[in-house]
């Protein structure tokens, strides 16, 4: 049983959390975590790149000079791929690079991830935090506060917060998101994670429903 200490916007230690990791996952897969993140990484892609074959270039298809006599190589037409201008041997094609990974092994992914970064002492509980308006400044405060403010951080909220967002997104290094939107590749990438505790019960909570009911057994007569 972990006891995670549960910091307010000032830095100052106002409780504890207790926490069991194996609530979080019982074991942590390098192999499904690479998968994981490799998906997340691959449906970045745009799948745009495109470049133009021989016959997609403009020029004539003429033979560029007389087959023997001239005592150059011979060349048929301008397009080709060895010359200047022409087209590419290999050309480019757009593609799809979305992969897909089963939901649940996806949702067991992201426990891992957050269960790894309990295990390196890498996530930070705060207390709350609400803005009335936007205000970067307030914002900064409390990394600097947290003695986060020079590393990669993702900070976790419970839900949708306009004034949290908008104070935040411009900050560098740090990435705002609601828990329902976190996955393996956002809690990996950063450093430290900063996640409110109204946020860490709400995964947990998500934890629990997600768990097989457990049912009496039935004899058949």
Same mark, same amino acid.
């Given at each position: 049983m972990l006891e995670l200490p549960i910091y307010n916007c000032s830095g100052a230690q106002v409780g504890t959390y207790e926490l069991d990791p194996e609530e979080i996952a019982a074991t942590i897969s390098k192999q499904l975590l690479h998968d994981a993140v490799v998906m997340y990484q691959s449906n970045q892609r745009q799948g745009t790149a495109k470049t133009k074959t021989r016959g997609e270039v403009s020029g004539s298809t003429k033979k560029m000079y007389r087959q023997k006599g001239t005592g150059n190589a011979r060349a048929g037409s301008k397009r080709s791929g060895v010359r200047r201008g022409g087209g590419h041997i290999h050309a480019k094609m757009p593609r799809d690079w979305r992969l897909k990974m089963p939901r649940k092994a996806l949702q067991t992914a992201t426990r891992m991830a957050l269960r790894a970064k309990l295990d390196s002492d890498s996530v930070m509980i705060l207390d709350d935090v609400?803005?009335?308006?936007?205000? &970067?400044?307030?914002?900064v405060a409390i990394l600097n506060a947290l003695s986060v403010s020079d590393t990669r951080v993702l900070? &976790?909220?419970?839900? =949708?917060?306009?004034?949290? =967002?908008?104070?935040g997104r411009n900050v560098p290094k740090v990435t705002v998101l609601p828990v329902s939107d976190i996955n393996a590749l956002e809690i990996l990438l950063p450093k430290k994670i900063v996640i409110t505790k109204a946020a860490l019960d709400a995964f947990r909570g998500k934890i629990a429903s997600r768990k097989p009911e457990t049912t009496e057994s039935v004899e058949r007569a």
């Amino acid at each position: 049983m972990l006891e995670l200490p549960i910091y307010n916007c000032s830095g100052a230690q106002v409780g504890t959390y207790e926490l069991d990791p194996e609530e979080i996952a019982a074991t942590i897969s390098k192999q499904l975590l690479h998968d994981a993140v490799v998906m997340y990484q691959s449906n970045q892609r745009q799948g745009t790149a495109k470049t133009k074959t021989r016959g997609e270039v403009s020029g004539s298809t003429k033979k560029m000079y007389r087959q023997k006599g001239t005592g150059n190589a011979r060349a048929g037409s301008k397009r080709s791929g060895v010359r200047r201008g022409g087209g590419h041997i290999h050309a480019k094609m757009p593609r799809d690079w979305r992969l897909k990974m089963p939901r649940k092994a996806l949702q067991t992914a992201t426990r891992m991830a957050l269960r790894a970064k309990l295990d390196s002492d890498s996530v930070m509980i705060l207390d709350d935090v609400r803005f009335d308006a936007p205000k &970067t400044k307030d914002f900064v405060a409390i990394l600097n506060a947290l003695s986060v403010s020079d590393t990669r951080v993702l900070f &976790t909220i419970p839900g =949708y917060d306009v004034n949290v =967002y908008k104070s935040g997104r411009n900050v560098p290094k740090v990435t705002v998101l609601p828990v329902s939107d976190i996955n393996a590749l956002e809690i990996l990438l950063p450093k430290k994670i900063v996640i409110t505790k109204a946020a860490l019960d709400a995964f947990r909570g998500k934890i629990a429903s997600r768990k097989p009911e457990t049912t009496e057994s039935v004899e058949r007569a």
